[in-house]
């Protein structure tokens, strides 16, 4: 069965206190792994795809890895901005994403 | 680029009424499009996927009869929930994508649905 978890499923950071976020997942065929922010009451706001294991993307303080079981978000020096939940899906095919239940993160100043 | 836009952002109806909650993709043509449902705290959950002009599939579990989906053009999709009942309460959210985005899905910001 199709699966992808995320951990912790609750993270506190004082600010600029860097830290990670995994998201790992055991699929029978992996499109592509999103990385989606979510802030309350929203829906979620596309940061990165990444297709292939070793493959890596930045943008701002955030940076997405994977690896063939799991991918990470990298935060750097987080800002109170940033609290969000972080969502991790799965694309298994053309029209399907299996979502994580997501990081709620929280960056205290 | 890549807006989604969901219409009423809330809505409150009473227990046996149908509401319909309209999702559009503003920017671009919408090939697919995803309704999922959010419990507090919770993931999305997929409920359905419609192509336009196509009938929708739904996932497993989900009541075809009582979720209505409807895509009948490239930028607009609609859900109907019908025979409203507090249990259907929820954060109901679209997601659109299109063949020139290699099938990333961009979501619209919700609709929440309050039963009373």
């Known amino acids: 069965e199709d699966q992808v978890t995320q951990s912790p499923e609750a993270l506190r950071l004082q600010e600029g206190e860097s830290s990670s976020l995994n998201c790992s997942y055991t699929?029978?065929?992996?499109?592509?792994l999103f990385w989606y922010r979510q802030d309350p009451g929203k829906g979620p706001e596309f940061l990165f795809t990444l297709y292939s294991a070793g493959e890596e993307k930045e943008k701002e303080r955030l940076k997405a890895t994977l690896t063939k079981k799991e991918s990470f978000l990298h935060i750097t020096a987080p800002k109170p901005e940033d609290s969000a939940t972080y969502l991790c899906a799965v694309q298994v095919s053309p029209d399907k994403l299996i979502f994580g239940t997501g990081t709620r993160l929280q960056v205290f100043p | 680029g890549a807006v989604v836009s969901q219409h009423p952002s809330r809505v409150i109806c009473k227990s046996g009424t149908s509401v319909k909650i309209e999702c559009r993709s503003l920017d671009f043509q919408a090939t697919t499009m995803f309704w999922y449902r959010q419990f507090p705290k919770k993931s999305l959950m997929l409920m359905a996927t419609?192509?336009?002009?196509?009938?929708?599939?739904?996932e497993q579990g989900v009541e075809k009869d009582k979720f209505l989906i409807n895509h009948a053009s490239l930028t607009l999709s609609t859900l109907t929930v019908t025979s409203a009942h507090p249990e259907d309460s929820s954060f109901y959210i679209c997601?659109?994508?299109?063949?020139?985005?290699?099938?990333?899905?961009?979501f619209g910001p919700g609709t929440r649905l309050t039963v009373t």
């Open positions: 699929v029978s065929g992996l499109r592509g």
């Open positions: 997601s659109a994508s299109s063949t020139q985005s290699s099938y990333e899905q961009y």
């Open positions: 419609s192509n336009e002009g196509s009938k929708a599939t739904y």
